[in-house]
C-alpha cells in the first residue's frame, strides 16, 4: 500500500507541540541541584584543608632537596680545597703518584657525592680516581708522554675501613682532557668554577664538576676537578616519598632533565627513573617563566583528563629548580569520596525522577537536534549528497531540519562551477570569504593541448567531449595527487600545490601529476580529428607567490599570483620551441631532487624576463623502474656545459651522442643544429648561453 509523504508529513506537523513544553520537562533536574547547593560550602572547606596538606608536603620535600643539593655543593667546595691546600702548601706535589692516589682515594671515600676526583696538566696528561658504585674504586691515568693513547686503570674493592687492591689493566682510549671545557677554562682562569660535563674517560655521564687551576710557586701545575654524576642525585630522590604516585625532579634553565627518582642509579648503571611526569615539570617551568627561576611557584595543570599540583623551587645550583608533580586525586580522593557518598545520600529520592526527565528529553529534544546538528556538519563539510530531512514532533526542529534541507539543495547547483575540494579545504581552515592573501612558497602547473587552436577551428562543437574527456582525466589526476585546481582557461588547465593545505613535498606531488597526466592521455586513446594521438604540454615552477581570495568583495577568486606563476606559463609554452612534453624550474627541480629524473635543456630568458633561467626536462619518478638506461642525461648535460663555455666542437660531439642513442632528440637536435653553426662563425664576446624565447 502506497502512503503519501505529504500527508505523513502534515500528520506528523499536528502531532508536534511545542519546545517549551518539550524544556519544562527537565525542571526535574533542579532536584540534583538542589543536592549538590547543599554539598558545595563542605567542599569548599575540604579542599582548602588538602591543598594546605599538600603544600605542607612539598615544602617538607623542597627543604630535604635543597639541603642535599647544599650539601653536594659543598662538599665538592670543600674537597677541592682540600686538595688544592696540599698542592700549595708542597705538602704533595703533582707528579707524585702515591701520594696523589692516596689523597684523591680518601676524598671519594670521605664524600659519599662525589663520583670523580680528576687533575689534568698543561700537557694533556690525566689523573682521575673514580667510583664505581659504592664497592669497587678505580684510579685512572693518561699520559701523552710515556703511553700515548692508553689508558691505565687500577680497580681496588672497598672493604670496611680500608680498600684492596684487585686489578689492574691496560686498555686504548680516545679521551684527551685538553678538550674538555673544564680543562680548558681552568687553564686559564683564576679561581674555581662550576661546569656542565657529559664526556669522561668511561664514556658519556651527565654530571657537573667544580674545577680550577692548582699554582704552586706562581707557576700552574695544571687543573683540578671534583665531579659528581647526576646518578647521585637520582639516587637521592628515589629515597623522598611525594605521596603515593607523585614524583620530583631536578630541571635546569632550560628544563632539560638533571634527575629523575632511581635507586638503582650509580657510577655503574645509567639513571633509568619514571619520567612519566617530566612533561608536565616543562609546562611548567614554561608557564612560570623567569618567576619560577627566581622563587617558588606553584600551579595546577591538567593533562589527559587528570588534574596535578605543580610546585617550582629554585636550589642552591645556580640555574637548577626541583619540580614536584602531585596527582590532585591523591589528596582530594578522599574528599571526592565522602562528598560523592553525601550526593549520593541526598539524591536516592530523586533519581527516579532525574532518570525519566533525562530519557524525555533525549528522546523529543536531544535525539532529534544531534540528527539536524549532523545534517549541518554535512553542509560544513560541503557534502551535500548526504543531506537529509528529519520530520520531528517539536516544531522548531521540524522547521530547522526543511530549512537545512532547503538550503542544501540550492547549494548543490552550484558545485558544478566551483571546486568542492577547494571549498572544504578553505572550511576547514577557517580562510573568510573576503579579499585578502599571504605569500608562500608553492608549485604551479599549466597543462595544454598541444595545437588546440587548430583543433578547434576544425572540430567546431564537436571538440566539446573530447576536451571534457581531457578535462576529466587531468583533475582527477591532479585532485588524487593533493594539487588544487585553480581555473580552466579553454583548453588550459591550472593547477597548484601547497595551498590551502600545506604540502612540504609540494614538488615532487606536482611533478607526479604532470607524469601521471601524461601517462594517462597516452593510455586514454583520445585522437584529434586527423586520428592522430592527443599530446599535451605541462609547464612546471615553484617559488613564492601570493595565495588567497582575490578579486573583490562581489566576486572572489582562491587564486595564486606571482612571477613564479607566469614563468610557469611560458615554461608551458617553451615545450614547443624545444619538442618536449614537460618542463619544469629550476626552482621546482632543487626542491624535488632525488624523487624526480630530469635533464637540464638551457638557459631560457622567458617572454618578458631578461635574465636566464635553468629549464629543466621531466623524464620520470627516480623511483620508477620504467626509468632505465639514462646515460644519454648525462651526455647531454656534458655538451651544454662545453656550450656554455663556448666549447662548440666538444658540444657537437656530446649532443651527436646523445642522438646515437635517442635518434629523434629534439632538444640534442635543437643543440647540435646550434653548435654548428656558432662553431662555424665564432659569437662575439657579448653573446651569453641563454636562449630568448621571442613568445609566450
Known sequence: MNVDPGRQLRAIA???????????????????????????????????????LASTINEQIVAAVRKEVSAIVDEARAAHTAIRTLFLQNVLDTREADKREFVFLSQLQSQATISWVAFGWPDGSFFAAHKLGDRRLEMMEISLTDHPGERRVDEYDVVPGDIEFASRRFEPTGFRVAD?????????????????????????????????????????????????????????????????????FIVDRSGELVAAPDREADELHPARGDTALLPLARAALEKAGEAGRKEAWRSRITSAGAAYEVALTPLPFPGWSLATVIPEAEFLGPVETTLHRLILGLAVGAVLAALASAMLARS????PLSRVVGELRHVEAFALEQVRRHPSRLKEIASLSGAIAEMASGLSAFRKFIPADLVRGLLRQGVEAKPGGSVQELSVMFIDIAGFTGLSERLGDRVVPLLSRYLDLTSEIIVANGGTIDKFIGDAVMAFWGAPQPQCDHAARCCRAALACRLAIE??????????????????????????????????????????????????GANKSYGTQILIGQATERLARGTVVTREVDSIAVYGREEGLSVHELIGMANEKA????????????????????DFVGALADFEAVLKQRRHDQPAELMRDRCRRLAAAAPDVSWRPVAALASK
Open 14 to 52: 499536528r502531532m508536534t507541540v511545542s519546545i517549551r513544553l518539550a524544556v519544562s520537562a527537565l525542571v526535574l533536574t533542579a532536584i540534583l541541584l538542589t543536592a549538590a547547593l547543599s554539598s558545595l560550602l563542605w567542599w569548599r572547606t575540604a579542599e582548602a584543608a588538602s591543598r594546605q
Open 180 to 248: 674538555q671545557a673544564w680543562f680548558k677554562a681552568g687553564l686559564g682562569a683564576d679561581d674555581p668554577q662550576w661546569f656542565r660535563v657529559m664526556d669522561h674517560a668511561t664514556g658519556e655521564r651527565p654530571s657537573i664538576a667544580f674545577a680550577g687551576p692548582i699554582d704552586v710557586y706562581q707557576e700552574r701545575q695544571g687543573v683540578l676537578a671534583v665531579i659528581i654524576e647526576y646518578t647521585r642525585l637520582a639516587r637521592f630522590l628515589s629515597q623522598l616519598e611525594v605521596g603515593r604516585t607523585g614524583t620530583a
Open 627 to 646: 626509468v632505465g638506461g639514462i646515460g644519454w642525461i648525462a651526455d647531454y648535460e656534458r655538451g651544454l656545459a662545453a656550450y656554455r663555455v663556448r
Open 523 to 572: 593510455r586514454s586513446g583520445l585522437v584529434d580529428d586527423l586520428g592522430q594521438p592527443l599530446q599535451i604540454r605541462i609547464g612546471i615552477n615553484s617559488g613564492r607567490m601570493l595565495v588567497g581570495n582575490i578579486g573583490s568583495e562581489l566576486r572572489l577568486n582562491y587564486t595564486v599570483i606571482g612571477d613564479a606563476v607566469n614563468v610557469a606559463s611560458r615554461l608551458e
Open 364 to 367: 523529543v529534544i536531544a535525539a
